[in-house]
């Protein structure tokens, strides 16, 4: 059964406009979602500490399923959002962002959430100096990217607008 190699669909050389800025963007988009994710964390956790109160702190011992429901969260969050028609995240879509294989298929759900595995991965064994990577490969990928075979670029719309000005001609 014969493998089918597919090259890469996006080339720096070819289309400067679909990665430039990308990186600066990509940082926001995450502080973005970063909090996304956060607030109902933190709502849940008020909510346990009154029903505590509420309760004469019996209902505190569900503070133990907020950290599992939290990654739970995050792992459904990335999966369904990177996955959905417009493969990024509500951070990503803010910053004109999108996420794609390298030979140019849109994400779905697994990819997402595996993206968001790896990316808490590669980040707490190898500590955060592992974001330099995207410094030293033309198409500013990281680690887990690369891992996965995934690239962060300007969406459509930004991309037309960056060649309609001329950035890069």
Known sequence: MPIDV?????????SPELFEGVLAR?????AIDFVVIAIPIVLAAMFIFAFGV??????????????????????????????????ATIGMRMMDLEMRTWYGE??????????????????????????LVCFFNQRRRLLHDIILGTVVINNAARAQSLRMAGVHA
Do not use: N, Q
């Open 106 to 131: 849109p994400a779905y759900f697994v990819l997402g959430a595996m993206h968001a595995i790896a990316f808490w991965l590669t980040v707490s064994f190898f500590t955060p100096f592992i974001l």
């Open 6 to 14: 597919k090259p890469h669909a996006y080339d720096p050389g070819t």
């Open 26 to 30: 990509r940082v926001l988009a995450f």
């Open 54 to 87: 509420v309760t004469l702190g019996i209902g505190w011992a569900l503070y133990w399923i907020l950290s599992p429901a939290s990654v739970i969260w995050a792992i459904c969050y990335f999966g369904a959002t990177l996955g959905g028609p417009r493969s």
